[in-house]
């Protein structure tokens, strides 16, 4: 095995936080993934995938798996649907462009989330009224401390809004090998009512959107209000929109008649995190090399060679500011490793 020592994780994670990982291991195959995990004299294992999800803010002084798994096959196929089989390592936006090319529907809102596929079901990824747990099928996962694979169907991995098991009672126990998706062939439910996806439509003068349409609409979106992780460091959505009850709602109502919100059923509404942090003052903001993006206060960047400390005590100041203006916690939707 190829074990590296004293790597720079800034290219291998979306934050470019130039972390050195004390030894590193470029893993390419399930059997190389199971001797690695069984490496005595590395008793110590940090897992990385894309990178997108998370903010390091020290040095890993661990055995450093980069999760490298490739291949997308078709596991079952009929008239009206096809389930494909994704490896962990195939990055999900090139996943999201192949469905399309081969006219295959579902995913199609879920453009550019930046990121690999095996980080997918951790995260429940979802935009623009679709989330991941619509498509999904099942994972397949290697049990860190056994190496035995399991099967987690969508009911195991109990997803919820930006959640799963794997960050809750499995949290740190598996690594997510494979994942398999639900995709249709013909008569695509498109999902246009979200966000900006109908404008978007209308002012390239489309009236009968197909999902590469779609798919289009958002990357256009996104692409206007989000930062490119290759020329900005940033992880996409810092924090997640809190949901709050009816009473807390009602409240923060009378006070903001004029704040945007989406009514969640079981007399549950969410809030934007973005709008909350932008009345706080804080879009735009720079702080050295941290800051908040211009155009979308829910993300954090890092312009150059901000540490993470720096990035974290920068979201930290923030969560403070909204707390004590609005009474609401918003909480990371990114990983934050300490």
């Not at 110590?44 to 894309?50: A, L, N, P, Y």
């Not at 679709?130 to 694979?149: P, R, W, Y």
């Not at 740190?172 to 090998?177: A, L």
Request: net charge neutral; charged share 25%.
């Amino acid at each position: 095995m190829n074990i590296q020592e004293n790597i720079s994780l800034k290219n291998y994670n979306t934050f470019g936080i130039g972390a050195i990982a004390k030894f590193f291991l470029e893993i390419n195959s399930l059997l190389q993934l199971q001797k690695a995990l069984q490496l005595s004299a590395y008793p110590e294992k940090f897992i990385i995938s894309g990178g997108s999800n998370m903010l390091l803010t020290k040095d890993i002084d661990a055995l450093v798996l980069h999760i490298n798994l490739k291949g997308i096959s078709v596991f079952e196929d009929d008239d009206e649907t096809v389930v494909i089989k994704v490896m962990a390592g195939e990055n999900w936006h090139e996943l999201v462009l192949w469905s399309l090319e081969l006219g295959y529907g579902g995913i199609e809102n879920l453009s550019l989330i930046p990121g690999n596929t095996g980080t997918a079901p951790i995260q429940n990824i979802g935009a623009y009224g679709v989330e991941l747990k619509d498509v999904f099928v099942s994972c397949q996962a290697m049990h860190i401390k056994t190496q035995e694979l399991h099967e987690f169907t969508k009911e195991d991995c109990k997803f919820g809004y930006r959640d799963s098991i794997f960050k809750n009672d499995a949290k740190g126990e598996y690594i997510i090998t494979s994942v398999k998706l639900k995709l249709t062939k013909n008569g695509h439910t498109l999902n246009t009512f979200y966000g900006a996806i109908e404008e978007e439509l209308e002012q390239n003068n489309i009236i009968h959107p197909t999902i590469k349409d779609v798919s289009n609409a958002v990357i256009a979106i996104r692409k206007n209000k989000l930062p490119d992780p290759a020329e900005i460091g940033n992880s996409g959505s810092f924090f997640k929109n809190p949901v709050v009850s009816k009473k807390i709602f009602e409240a923060f109502q009378k006070k903001n008649p004029d704040a945007p919100y989406y009514e969640m059923g079981d007399k549950k509404f969410k809030i934007p995190a973005g709008w909350l942090i932008e009345q706080c003052g804080y879009k735009g903001k720079r702080f050295g090399d941290a800051g908040v993006h211009p155009k979308q206060a829910l993300v954090l960047v890092n312009y150059g060679n901000a540490t993470g400390e720096e990035i974290l005590d920068l979201a930290f100041t923030i969560k403070k500011a909204v707390l004590d203006k609005f009474k609401i916690s918003i909480v990371p939707e990114v990983n934050i490793i300490k």
